[in-house]
């Protein structure tokens, strides 16, 4: 099951370019590269065994996926941030919650409807990931807006910090389908006549995730001088609170790290191995922690580099669009040409792969970095032509 990154909440197509927060743009761009490795290595390189399995994976393998963890969770906490930010240009609440409804819905039809369709080849199953739990949040959000920003603080700490204590369905029916869809592992129900769901992002932790984004959005209008400490010890809390619960194994994970016979290494890749289907209180620390580090330190990047994650990360859904696309089209015409035909590795069962594949992360990272550079140019494109327009559907894509 190939992991989904989604985009963040982007403002209004009239917002000038230099009104942005360049490190929500830099960060959130980092990440969307970072993500593409992720897709690429499901649809290119798919292997036996998992990545996350510490008794079997090799470290690079592990690396590869593990790296990728850290893009849910930042896009959808910016996606909060960016909400923040939008709406400190709307004259009316009542026009921010509008925009966060029909954004929100929005989303939940691509996903159903052309996410599921590039990533299958058709519709076999009805997969909901991030852009699914995203969609929803925004919904949900729409309505918490009204709330005190203190109420949302509270309520975000809660729902990250506690959603641990509650229990794991199983199994999910239809009596219990609403509970699950807020809150559970990874389930596959029948939708008849639809196709089956596989729920693979449950709304209420990543609600929790894009509320502490909206939280403290307010520091992003902060100078600098202020900003940076804020965010430097907020990172560095979350941090220390992951290695300290980690390392007792107390709470904060349903997948305690052990010892491994494998040797120390494979010990450190235990420890670091925490849940993400639903995202845990420590997979939230540790995501989060790094990711407000790096937000603390991108304002005044300047390099070519930061410049072009600066690209990516104003046009995120059109980079998300784009990538799943390419790497989908590009994975069909390969295997149509090296096993005469198009096998999608990342919906089929290994006892069905052809018997000439071969996995190979070398090939992954090659397709990586040509997808990276040839999706910059579109995305350059695209982002010029935002801020030279103003269509109201802009805000939309």
Not at 119 to 126: A, E, T, V
Not at 140 to 167: F, K, T, Y
Not at 317 to 336: E, G, K
Request: include cysteine; charged fraction near 10%.
């Amino acid at each position: 099951m190939p992991q989904s990154a989604t985009l963040s909440s982007i403002p209004a197509p009239t917002q000038a370019v230099s009104s942005r927060v360049q490190a929500v743009d830099v960060v959130r761009g980092l990440v969307m590269v970072i993500m593409a490795l992720d897709h690429i290595r499901e649809f290119w390189s798919p292997t036996l065994a998992r990545p996350e399995d510490v008794t079997q994976a090799s470290v690079v393998l592990f690396f590869t996926r593990w790296i990728t963890h850290f893009c849910a969770p930042t896009f959808v906490f910016l996606s909060g941030v960016s909400v923040w930010l939008y709406q400190q240009k709307q004259p009316k609440r009542p026009a921010v919650s509008w925009f966060l409804l029909t954004r929100g819905l929005w989303l939940v039809l691509l996903e159903l409807v052309v996410v599921n369709f590039i990533l299958q080849w058709g519709y076999n199953l009805l997969l909901l990931q991030v852009i699914w739990a995203l969609g929803w949040s925004m919904v949900l959000l729409a309505a918490l807006v009204w709330l005190p920003r203190g109420v949302l603080a509270v309520l975000a700490v809660v729902i990250v910090a506690g959603h641990n204590l509650l229990p794991i369905i199983q199994p999910v029916t239809a009596a219990n389908l609403g509970w699950a869809l807020l809150h559970n592992t990874p389930f596959l129900v029948p939708a008849a006549p639809l196709p089956p769901l596989l729920v693979a992002y449950s709304v209420g932790p990543w609600l929790g995730v894009m509320l502490a984004g909206y939280v403290i959005g307010p520091w992003f209008q902060l100078p600098l001088a202020q900003r940076v400490p804020l965010l430097r010890r907020a990172g560095l809390v979350l941090l220390v609170l992951f290695a300290a619960l980690r390392a007792t194994n107390w709470y904060g994970d349903l997948a305690p790290w052990s010892v491994q016979a494998r040797g120390p290494l494979y010990s450190v890749l235990s420890f670091l191995n925490i849940t993400k289907y639903p995202p845990s209180l420590l997979f939230l620390c540790l995501t989060l922690g790094v990711a407000l580090l790096l937000l603390s330190v991108s304002e005044t990047a300047t390099s070519r580099a930061s410049k072009w994650l600066r690209t990516f990360g104003q046009v995120p859904f059109f980079y998300y669009l784009m990538h799943l696309l390419l790497i989908s089209v590009s994975a069909w015409v390969w295997t149509r040409i090296e096993f005469g035909r198009p096998v999608n590795f990342s919906f089929l069962l290994a006892k069905d792969w052809p018997a000439a594949y071969q996995p190979s992360l070398l090939r992954a990272y090659a397709v990586w970095a040509g997808v990276v550079l040839l999706l910059y140019f579109p995305c350059r494109w695209y982002q010029r032509f935002r801020q030279q327009h103003s269509y109201w559907w802009l805000s939309y894509l």
